[in-house]
C-alpha cells in the first residue's frame, strides 16, 4: 500500500516505491522530499546557530544556517534536503541509501561542437543553445559554455553568496576599526576571520582586500595605543 505524507505546503503527497523512483519532489510547491530506500521520508530539520558545520557530500558545499537538511539513518552523514531528493539518496560512495548510477544513454555521443547543438538549462530544464552563457527562458547566467548540473549552479551559488558575506564583513570590520574603542574586537574578529580566509579575500577583488588588511592593521596600532595610555 502506497504512503501518502503531507507536506509543509499542505499538499497531501503519495510517495513512490521503488528504489528507482527516489528523484521526488513535492507536486505542489516542488520542494524535495528525501526518500529512503524503503520509501520512507526521512525527517528534514532546519540547520541551527548552535548546531556544527558539515559539508554536503553531494554538492561539497558548506550547509549553511537556515537551511533544511537530512540526516542518512546508514552512514549518519548530513545532506542538504533538496541535493538528497535531486539525486535521489544518500552522497556517501558505498552507503546502502546510495542511488544507482544510471549509465547514460548520450555518453557515447560525439562532444557538443560550437554551432548547432543544444544543452539543458539546469536550472529550469529547457532546451537552449549549447554556446548560451545565458537561459533565454529563465535568465541564469552560466560561467561557462560547457553543459552544467544543478549541482554545479548550486555550488556557483554558493560560492557567490559567501563572497557576497565576505565583502559586506570586511566593510564592516573597516568601518569599525575607524572608531578606536572597538579596536581589540576589530583586531581579534580580523585576525581569525579574514587571515584563515585569504584566498577567498582575494577573489572580492583588490578593494576589499585593501580594506581587509588596514582594519586589522588600524584596529592593532589602536589597541597599542590604548594598552600604552593605560599603563602609562
Known amino acids: 500500500m502506497a504512503t501518502i505524507i503531507r507536506c509543509e505546503c499542505g499538499a497531501k503527497v503519495r510517495i513512490p516505491r521503488g528504489p528507482e523512483n527516489r528523484k521526488f519532489r513535492c507536486p505542489k510547491c516542488k520542494v524535495g522530499i528525501a526518500i529512503t530506500i524503503d520509501a520512507r521520508v526521512l525527517s528534514s530539520r532546519r540547520l541551527g546557530p548552535g548546531d556544527p558545520g558539515a559539508i554536503c557530500p553531494i554538492c561539497q558545499s558548506p550547509i549553511q544556517q537556515g537551511e533544511m537538511v537530512v540526516t542518512c539513518d546508514k552512514c549518519d552523514q548530513v545532506h542538504h534536503r533538496e541535493c538528497w531528493a535531486e539525486i535521489g ?14 549509465k547514460p544513454e548520450t555518453a557515447a555521443t560525439t562532444p557538443l561542437s560550437a554551432w548547432g547543438d543544444q544543452k539543458q538549462c539546469p536550472a529550469c530544464g529547457e532546451t537552449i543553445k549549447a554556446i548560451a552563457l545565458r537561459c533565454r527562458y529563465c535568465g541564469t547566467d552560466f ?6 548540473t544543478l549541482q554545479d549552479l548550486r555550488r556557483k551559488t554558493v560560492r557567490e553568496e559567501h563572497l557576497e558575506w565576505l565583502k559586506k564583513t570586511v566593510i564592516g570590520l573597516f568601518a569599525a576599526s575607524v572608531i578606536g574603542c572597538f579596536a581589540p574586537i576589530v583586531a581579534i574578529v580580523g585576525l581569525a576571520l579574514l587571515v584563515p580566509k585569504r584566498k577567498e579575500l582575494a577573489r572580492t577583488g583588490p578593494v576589499f582586500v585593501v580594506m581587509g588588511y588596514s582594519a586589522i592593521i588600524l584596529s592593532v596600532l589602536y589597541s597599542l595605543l590604548m594598552l600604552v595610555f593605560a599603563v602609562v
Open 143 to 148: 560561467d561557462t559554455v560547457d553543459p552544467l
Open 89 to 102: 539518496g544518500c552522497g556517501t560512495y558505498g552507503c546502502e541509501e546510495a542511488p544507482t548510477l544510471e
